[in-house]
């Protein structure tokens, strides 16, 4: 019924983006290491193909059935998986030790909050307007005292130490750069689709349509993020994670070259889809590999939010690039190609980034735990991870 509703609604929801990291940490303690990597491929690549269904089902379903359906159909799906979670997920073998950083929540929080805000206001206030000035402020004063909290408690939120290291801060940049050199895909394409065609570079598409072009990207996705695994033991882990950011890169290029026939677009999607999915599954799977058991979610989630922050960035910068080249508020074809240029310069800094990560597995103090599993059948459904 309201905006202040609809937010509200939506910071709940954001919770469930822990359920990704959490089934990090989860293959980590109860699979071997191939079947862990496997299901980390899995997730993203189901992840993927339900966000491409979404795109195309949304409209449709919207106008038969109105658009609140869309939230009580989530609703009930969100229902049937708590169940099936409840009784088959099972328990973790170590039992949670140490304390809740609350203080280090409350400040990342606030201050990735506040952030995000002036990210979002810029394209209203601009970027040396008082207010957007006093948010990044306001930001910068609360990650301070976050990054003090965080280097003296003895249960850290973001162990800030371990993020230091070579593949946490390799798979972190690879988030941060992959999910801004997604500018040109989400903000970009779609408005190049819904251009008339008359423009010389648009489809005319509507939102059904939209879906459809980019369908291939959810599909490319779900097939081969299972794959990574079986990738990385042939190839290695730093090739595949090379490999995820020159196809990303590529894609992006081969937009601003090829884009004035659908089979052009659909065919640069699903080289991104094939290198967005290959670049994250590999990269959580380095993370598993490489950082402490109890630490693996953690850092796991530090990933997901440096790409949704990237992706932020990356939807304001590409935005006004859009806007600077528009001509009485259309963007020009001419526009579009520089957006689908920085998206690939983007992607080839991730690959710098990926060369950051040891090519090797390095070893833990924590493995996977699949005995410990076999030593106690007796774990109830829904016992407490």
Not at 242 to 258: D, E, I
Not at 276 to 281: M, P
Not at 354 to 383: D, M, N, Y
Request: with cysteine; net charge positive.
């Amino acid at each position: 019924p309201n905006i202040t509703l609809m937010i509200a609604g939506m910071a709940i929801e954001g919770i469930w983006l822990g359920v990704l990291p959490l089934t990090v940490g989860l293959f980590r303690d109860t699979l071997t290491p191939e079947r862990a990597a496997t299901g980390n491929g899995l997730v993203v690549g189901v992840a993927a193909l339900a966000s491409a269904l979404g795109l195309i089902l949304a409209g449709p379903i919207t106008s038969a059935l109105g658009y609140r359906s869309l939230f009580l159909l989530a609703v009930a799906g969100v229902a049937a998986a708590a169940l099936l979670a409840w009784f088959t997920v099972p328990s973790t073998p170590r039992a949670a030790g140490g304390r809740v950083d609350w203080a280090g929540g409350l400040l990342l929080g606030g201050g990735v909050a506040l952030v995000m805000l002036g990210l979002t206001a810029v394209s209203s206030w601009g970027w040396t307007s008082p207010a957007t000035l006093a948010l990044f402020a306001a930001a910068a004063l609360t990650l301070g005292p976050w990054a003090v909290v965080e280097l003296r408690v003895a249960d850290p939120l973001v162990d800030l130490r371990l993020l230091a290291g070579r593949t946490p801060a390799g798979v972190t940049a690879m988030g941060v750069l992959l999910g801004f050199a997604s500018f040109g895909l989400v903000v970009a394409l779609p408005m190049m689709l819904a251009a008339p065609a008359g423009t010389g570079y648009g489809q005319g598409a509507d939102t059904l349509w939209i879906g459809i072009y980019m369908f291939p990207m959810g599909v490319a996705g779900t097939v081969i993020a299972p794959l990574v695994g079986p990738m990385t033991r042939l190839l290695g882990r730093r090739a595949v994670l090379v490999l995820g950011s020159v196809l990303v890169c590529g894609g992006t290029g081969g937009l601003a070259l090829w884009h004035s026939a659908a089979w052009q677009v659909m065919a640069a999607v699903t080289v991104i889809g094939l290198g967005a999915s290959i670049g994250l599954t590999a990269g959580l799977n380095a993370v598993a590999a490489d950082v402490p058991g109890e630490r693996a979610a953690g850092v796991s989630g530090v990933v997901f939010v440096a790409k949704s922050i990237g992706g932020t960035f990356g939807a304001q910068f590409g935005a006004m690039v859009l806007a600077s080249g528009a001509v009485a508020g259309v963007p020009t074809e001419q526009s579009f190609v520089e957006t689908y240029l920085l998206s690939a310069a983007l992607g080839l800094l991730a690959v710098a980034a990926a060369f950051v990560i040891p090519a090797t597995v390095r070893k833990t103090q924590a493995g996977p735990a699949v005995s410990a599993l076999a030593t106690k059948p007796s774990a109830r459904p829904g016992e407490s991870l």
